[in-house]
């Protein structure tokens, strides 16, 4: 990894085996560079995290627990930020009509996420 950057942030859509590709809108999405730039990440002298928008329907409670179990086997001492979905100024202009997660539900899955991901936080 390039010692000249200070911090990366590398968002992480969805869950890396399946719904990657619904995900990002793109087919047959091949997750391998994102699972390599993880294991460069974890190897490197780089301060960085991990950030995934949580949008209702695309990420459900399972989802984000399969997630973190993932993501712990990758990077286990990583910080993994969630962002709760805001529906405004979206590409497609459905997602608008989107309401997001409940903060309380968004708080009691922190919890369970910590037993996988004990660096996982709320953002925003």
């Not at 329907?57 to 993932?70: A, P, R, T």
Request: hydrophobic content about 40%; some cysteine.
């Amino acid at each position: 990894m390039n010692d000249r950057f200070d911090y990366v942030a590398l968002d992480i859509k969805a869950l890396l085996d399946r719904r990657y590709s619904e995900s990002i809108g793109l087919k047959n999405f091949d997750v391998s560079s994102i699972l390599s730039s993880m294991k460069e990440l974890t190897n490197s002298r780089v301060d960085y995290e991990l950030r995934t928008t949580v949008v209702p329907g695309l990420h459900s409670e399972k989802d984000l627990l399969d997630l973190g179990k993932q993501l712990s086997e990758i990077a286990p001492k990583a910080k993994w930020f969630l962002q709760n979905f805001e529906p405004k100024n979206c590409l497609d202009p459905e997602l608008e009509k989107i309401k997001p997660y409940d903060m309380m539900f968004l708080e009691n899955l922190l919890e369970k996420l910590r037993v996988y991901m004990p660096n996982v936080e709320l953002r925003g």
